[in-house]
């Protein structure tokens, strides 16, 4: 074997190791979750949901637009003849929410690199993993083999950005130019190109990376040491002294799991919104229509096919229908659409682009920006993800009893209900944080309600 294959394969045993290790424990929480969400939801549902349903995009669209119209007349942000267009993001992104009024702006001050190598690509992720200067070099090597072979075989598939908070937020030229016979630094020069990197970098800083500063969970998240940990995972690598121990990592993949809509949705829907503020135009979102046609054709396979067509679209009811919803059914549908959506992700993404968590986190978004006007979505996205554990003082048990049994302190139902929380004055952000707090009785950042 050679010495990166050597390495390698040190790493993927390692990552075996603890992932077994792992996953004893957190199969008994998941059986208990399963038995709390599968309770069956007919009797809370009308009998003709599907039809109902089948007119929500429209209400969506039409609600969207109207909110639209209270946010004051829109002018091109950015000037994408500019070299310093990546620096514009997060100035255009702090003017257009008015982010200075509540919070200080200095916490998204770090840069947006947009790296032509793989090697400066994967730099400062491997400078985080504490190795010896050679194994650094080696696994520097072996991430880029890696990240040439998976472009090769998935034609161009790969991590195109990821963020480390505080640090930097990092792109992947390389990859936006694979296939296109040009160099990174042309791709930048190439519309379509270019449009596909301003979404990445707003996916990845301002969508995960504005929750991870300016959030509460964002703050537990840092504390339990997970973003880095999960970025080096993503990538295939632990670091060689796992920075994690067990129970940590349990704590996270709970914590993740209850907060995917937020996240994902969050940064879905931003990615959409601020390019399109450059040339004015409304952002495209996902079509419901899309979601119930990918959930109606499951495959004919599925184990417990009719079990989870009904439970997948009784969730989407409970989320979209337009009348009020108790808040501990919206936990319910938000645990289906993660638990049990979260099994089929490759189904789902063949058929829709996306696993369904982004869909559905996106298409919350959108009916928050509806009833909420868009510029109180960031703020939303803060209400929904300000619930705080002190990681040290809380067992495994307790944290699932916390999460996933109280929908006022599970992030993705909160968001839920402000979603359909309906404004009196669309883009008002005292009105959503005040109602927020007096209608929903949740915990709404101090900042806010100055
Ligand atoms: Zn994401």
């Known amino acids: 074997m050679t010495n990166l294959d050597n390495l390698k394969s040190t790493f993927s045993q390692k990552l075996d190791q603890t992932t077994q290790q792992y996953k004893t424990r957190l199969d008994a929480e998941f059986a208990t979750l399963r038995a709390q969400y599968r309770r069956p939801l007919t009797a809370a549902l009308p009998a003709d949901i599907a039809r109902r349903l089948a007119g929500a995009d429209e209400r969506l669209n039409t609600q969207q637009a109207a909110a639209r119209q209270g946010m004051g007349t829109a002018q091109p942000l950015l ?49 985080s993993l504490h190795l010896s ?32 908070a505080g640090v930097g937020c990092y792109l992947n030229g390389w990859l936006f130019a694979y296939g296109a016979e040009q160099s990174p630094r042309l791709a930048f020069q190439t519309p379509q190109r270019l449009e596909r990197i301003l979404a990445t970098a707003v996916h990845e800083k301002l969508g995960h990376g504005f929750l991870e500063v300016y959030s ?41 799991r209850a907060s995917s809509l937020v996240e994902e949705g969050w940064a879905t829907w931003v990615e959409a919104f601020l390019p399109a503020q450059v040339s004015n135009a409304q952002h495209a979102h996902y079509p419901l229509e899309a979601v119930l046609a990918a959930i109606a054709n499951l495959p004919a396979d599925t184990p417990n096919r009719q079990e989870l067509h009904d439970d997948l679209l009784g969730a989407l009811g409970l989320l979209f229908m337009d009348e009020p919803v108790p808040p501990e059914l919206l936990l319910q549908a938000v645990m289906i659409v993660n638990f049990e959506g979260g099994s089929y992700d490759d189904y789902f993404q063949g058929k829709l682009g996306q696993p369904l968590r982004y869909v559905i986190g996106d298409l919350l978004l959108v009916q928050a920006e509806g009833n909420l006007g868009p510029l109180c979505l960031p703020y939303a996205a803060l209400i929904a993800a300000n619930i705080t554990f002190d990681p040290q003082g809380i067992s495994l048990s307790d944290l699932r009893e916390m999460l996933f049994s109280k929908p006022n302190l599970n992030p993705d139902a909160r968001l839920a209900a402000l979603s359909r929380m309906r404004l009196e004055t669309p883009n008002h952000v005292p009105e959503l944080a005040r109602r927020a707090e007096a209608e929903l009785s949740f915990s709404v950042p101090p900042e806010l309600k100055r």
């Open 79 to 127: 000037n994408l003849q500019d070299d310093d267009t990546l620096a514009e993001l997060d100035r255009a992104f702090a003017h257009k929410f008015d982010l200075g009024r509540y919070y200080p702006l200095e916490r998204l001050a770090y840069p947006i690199v947009y790296c032509e190598s793989l090697e400066e690509f994967f730099t400062p992720i491997v400078e």
């Open 133 to 164: 200067a050679q194994a650094r070099q080696a696994t520097l090597q072996a991430m880029a083999a890696e990240a040439a072979a998976q472009a090769e075989k998935y034609r161009g598939g790969g991590t195109f950005g990821y963020n480390l």
């Open 216 to 256: 509460a969970l964002g703050e537990v998240k840092n504390k339990l040491g997970i973003t880095m940990a999960e970025t080096a995972r993503r990538f295939g690598y632990l670091a060689a002294d796992n920075p994690l121990d067990s129970l940590r990592h349990d704590q996270a993949v709970l914590l993740n």
